[in-house]
């Protein structure tokens, strides 16, 4: 099958690599960056913002998706700055000068390094989600619906949210890096 795949895919010359890989890092780049600063934002309200006298079970599971979700972000910075070094590559591959361009074999090490941290950050970002969903189902199922109680270490908060929304960004922030990294290498590979 993949060789049918393979079939109908143009093989890359240098130059369409180049093409390509000029048009695909920047919007990897500004994609990654949006969605981490939408990350680190919720994060950092949802930090910053934390009332700590209470203090539960559930806060402490919130609390290490938080601590997962931080590790993410910065395993996103370094992808962030992954994506920045491409852009040498770009540069160099679109020389004029045939000696200065880079070794397909490089080429594909710095995708592949970029592919692997993309792999982490993912792992990383969805145990973070896993961990807070976890948290927020925990205090929503201990509340009895219907009834007006409230216990301050139960109520499911606006922060919790972002929390959510700050891991489930990191996973689409992962995946676009994958993803590009992941493709250019197949292109590459052929």
């Given at each position: 099958?993949?060789?049918?795949?393979?079939?109908?895919?143009?093989?890359?010359?240098?130059?369409?690599?180049?093409?390509?890989?000029?048009?695909?890092?920047?919007?990897?780049?500004?994609?990654?960056?949006?969605?981490?600063?939408?990350?680190?934002?919720?994060?950092?309200?949802?930090?910053?913002s934390r009332n700590s006298t209470v203090q539960t079970t559930t806060n402490s599971v919130m609390g290490f998706g938080v601590f997962?979700?931080?590790?993410?972000?910065?395993?996103?910075?370094?992808?962030?700055?992954?994506?920045?070094?491409?852009?040498?590559?770009?540069?160099?591959?679109?020389?004029?000068?045939?000696?200065?361009?880079?070794?397909?074999?490089?080429?594909?090490?710095?995708?592949?390094?970029?592919?692997?941290?993309?792999?982490?950050?993912?792992?990383?970002?969805?145990?973070?989600?896993?961990?807070?969903?976890?948290?927020?189902?925990?205090?929503?199922?201990?509340?009895?619906?219907?009834?007006?109680?409230?216990?301050?270490?139960?109520?499911?908060?606006?922060?919790?949210?972002?929390?959510?929304?700050?891991?489930?960004?990191?996973?689409?922030?992962?995946?676009?890096?994958?993803?590009?990294?992941?493709?250019?290498?197949?292109?590459?590979?052929?």
């Amino acid at each position: 099958m993949s060789n049918d795949l393979n079939s109908y895919l143009p093989t890359p010359s240098k130059q369409r690599f180049a093409a390509t890989f000029g048009v695909v890092r920047p919007i990897s780049f500004w994609v990654q960056l949006a969605l981490g600063a939408v990350s680190g934002l919720a994060l950092a309200l949802a930090i910053f913002s934390r009332n700590s006298t209470v203090q539960t079970t559930t806060n402490s599971v919130m609390g290490f998706g938080v601590f997962l979700g931080i590790i993410g972000i910065l395993v996103l910075c370094f992808r962030v700055y992954w994506v920045n070094r491409y852009r040498r590559l770009d540069k160099l591959l679109q020389s004029p000068n045939r000696e200065l361009h880079p070794r397909k074999e490089d080429v594909i090490q710095v995708l592949q390094i970029g592919l692997i941290v993309s792999l982490i950050g993912l792992l990383l970002a969805f145990l973070a989600s896993e961990v807070t969903v976890i948290a927020v189902l925990s205090k929503s199922l201990a509340l009895p619906q219907g009834v007006a109680v409230y216990r301050p270490e139960n109520v499911i908060r606006s922060l919790d949210l972002f929390v959510v929304l700050a891991n489930v960004n990191l996973i689409g922030a992962h995946l676009v890096g994958g993803a590009t990294s992941l493709g250019l290498v197949n292109w590459l590979d052929q």
